[in-house]
């Protein structure tokens, strides 16, 4: 079998208000034709369903990096979907690949729908555990 590999795997949420951005995002940040892309309603919201997908692009595409995007204003979420509860979900998403140990670097974006990419890191205070 031929040697397939690509830079990485987007996850983001089918929203199709938030696609646009993700394209021109991914284009210039990971390289045009470079990622796999799974979409899958709240993105890393349910990442017990996201991870067998990230998986198989590991094995096949040997991905350096995941990029997992959550979106503001995200139907998925319903009531639940403040900007912390989404944050924290992708924290999480984080540290459960990062456990696997596979060698992937893990980036978390929380994205508004003006376009705008929030870096969002689990080194900031909020999250900082307290010794
Ligand atoms: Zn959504």
């Not at 997908?53 to 979106?71: A, R, T, Y």
Request: proline letters at 2%; one cysteine or more.
């Amino acid at each position: 079998m031929p040697d397939i590999s690509c830079n990485a795997i987007i996850v983001s949420c089918i929203d199709f208000r938030i696609q646009e951005h993700i394209n021109a995002w991914a284009d210039t940040y990971l390289g045009e034709y470079n990622f796999d892309r799974m979409l899958y309603a709240g993105g890393a919201k349910d990442f017990y369903h996201v991870m067998e997908q990230i998986e198989l692009s590991h094995d096949l595409h040997h991905i350096k990096k995941v990029v997992l995007v959550n979106h503001e204003d995200c139907g998925a979420y319903g009531d639940e979907g403040t900007e912390e509860k989404i944050k924290a979900d992708l924290i999480k998403a984080e540290e459960k690949i990062e456990a696997l140990e596979q060698g992937v670097d893990v980036e978390t974006y929380y994205l508004k729908l003006d376009g705008t990419f929030e870096e969002v890191s689990r080194t900031s205070p909020r999250f900082v555990k307290k010794d």
